[in-house]
């Protein structure tokens, strides 16, 4: 994942700036970067934020800043924001999305006279780089825009800095968000609105399913209003989304609580000694589960923030892996003996989970009973990049098919193993949990989670529960 944010401010823009973008460090453990313009034009600094956190790498950069206009970005990918000249003008650009077709435009970009991309260490291109690519092959940044729109495969929003303005475009059915704030010096645009609170912005509004807005530090000119079709991911208040951020007027905390609580109602509820949520995002939906049953809600295991503070991990499976366990350290006195229903966010890979179990049974649990807050993941998220399964073979759930089922298995197959009240879909859970070595393993059922968030299932992404698009 990414996270952006943007300011255009009638002062100086640099503090703003910068501590909105670090509040976007939880998106991000990579690449992180930020542009401003101001009377000497335009500014940059880009570092890799793998080994140190965000304001570490920013701090001695600040006062080579100046200006009333900027953008930031956090990355897990890619280094941004690009500075571009064109026959547009300059601009920087910052992106949060993913690519499917990247390839083909590529090729469409070459057909049409671009003769060179930059290749990242990585080996591929910069995704961000092919959408300045794409917006320069227009005669305005909006029209450029409104392609990018048009083309992409996937989901791509964006902020674009100019020496009068930003503009900033939500993908064209709304996958993530984009919110304006305002004060009396001016506007921001950001992905998670908690990043503007203790700025002393307040609540503008949420920009539409693609729709395009010019942010000055006199105010916000709507150029492209909204879709009507939305499908924002589902999994921004799950798992990634950061608790104190509301979405669509939906707050993160709030829904975790409420999930746990509606989680609750299909447990009976008598030989359990105590609640736990897997550190961070667990915790509110253990809260909420605590709260509705009244069991005890408690820490066994308490996450080491000073060296891990970010959720999210690297890209190699076998860091992954290690650090999953290293970061968790249990607390002995509240697990030896001890009967834990344990809810964490979601079960991806299975790896890290059932690790964690095997540690409360060395710490002395007499049970494990496991609850994931959302359903099976079944297809791997592909308008995003919260997840980077190589395969969908990564996948807990479509190993355990594969072993059921032999290989290859049909979507109509796939489709029963998604559905709950299946006999297919009790044999997988099943599965799963003894190889996890779970006392029980019950999963959120999807219509009850998006109960939990409150929209209807017609605005939501849920691809990688049930595979419809």
């Known amino acids: 994942m990414s996270g952006f944010f943007g300011v255009a401010s009638k002062k100086s823009c640099v503090l ?9 460090s939880h998106l991000g453990t990579r690449r992180a970067g930020m542009t401003t313009y101001g009377e000497t034009g335009f500014s940059r600094a880009i570092h890799n934020i793998e080994n140190s956190p965000f304001r570490t790498k920013f701090d001695k950069d600040l006062e080579k800043f100046e200006g009333n206009l900027g953008i930031g970005c956090i990355s897990d990918f890619e280094a941004q924001p690009l500075l571009v000249h064109s ?36 080996g591929g291109i910069n995704p961000t780089e092919l959408i300045a690519a794409l ?15 048009d083309v992409v495969d996937g989901s791509m929003s964006l902020l674009i800095l100019t020496p009068t303005g930003i503009y900033c475009a939500r993908d064209k059915v709304g996958r993530t968000p984009i919110i304006i704030g305002e004060k ?14 203790n700025l002393g912005y307040h609540h503008y509004k949420d920009l539409g399913p693609a729709e395009i ?10 150029l492209q209003e909204p879709g009507e079709k939305m499908k924002i991911c589902s999994f921004l208040w799950v798992y990634y989304g950061y608790p104190t951020s509301t979405y669509e007027g939906i707050n993160v905390e709030c829904m975790r609580n409420r999930c746990g609580e509606i989680l609750s109602t299909r447990d009976e509820h008598t030989d359990i000694d105590s609640v736990a949520g897997v550190p961070d995002s667990g915790i509110a939906h253990a809260v909420g589960y605590s709260n509705a049953t009244k069991i005890p809600f408690s820490r066994p295991f308490i996450k080491y923030t000073p060296t891990w503070p970010r959720s999210f991990m690297p890209t190699s499976q076998a860091q992954r892996n290690m650090i999953a366990k290293m970061k968790l350290i249990p607390v002995q006195e509240l697990i030896k003996d001890k009967r834990l229903l344990l809810i964490d966010d979601s079960i991806v890979r299975g790896t890290q ?13 007499k049970e494990v009973h496991v609850r994931p807050a959302c359903p099976p993941i079944l297809f791997g998220c592909k308008y995003l990049n919260f997840s980077r399964s190589s395969s969908e073979m990564d996948l807990i759930t479509r190993r355990v098919i594969k072993d059921l089922e032999g290989d290859p298995v049909s979507e109509e197959v796939l489709k029963e193993y998604a559905n709950p009240d299946s006999e297919r879909y009790q044999k997988m859970c099943e599965e799963i949990r003894r190889r996890s070595k779970f006392t029980t393993l019950r999963y959120h059922r999807l219509d009850d989670m998006i109960k939990s968030i409150g929209l209807p299932k017609c605005k939501l992404c849920t691809y990688c529960w049930d595979g419809e698009e």
């Open 16 to 24: 703003d700036l910068f501590f909105g973008t670090d509040y976007h």
């Open 87 to 122: 026959h547009l003008g300059s601009f920087a650009l910052t992106t949060v999305g993913r690519i499917n077709n990247l390839e083909d435009l590529k090729e469409l970009c070459f057909k049409n006279g671009m003769t060179h991309f930059f290749e990242m260490s990585s």
């Open 135 to 149: 917006i320069n092959q227009k005669t305005s940044i909006l029209e450029g825009i409104r392609y990018v729109q």
């Open 184 to 197: 009396d010096s001016g506007y921001c645009a950001t992905f998670e609105s908690s990043a503007f609170l």
């Open 213 to 222: 807005v010019f942010m000055s530090p006199e105010g916000v000119e709507v």
């Open 353 to 365: 989970l059932g690790e964690t179990t095997d540690f409360l049974y060395q710490s002395g649990a």
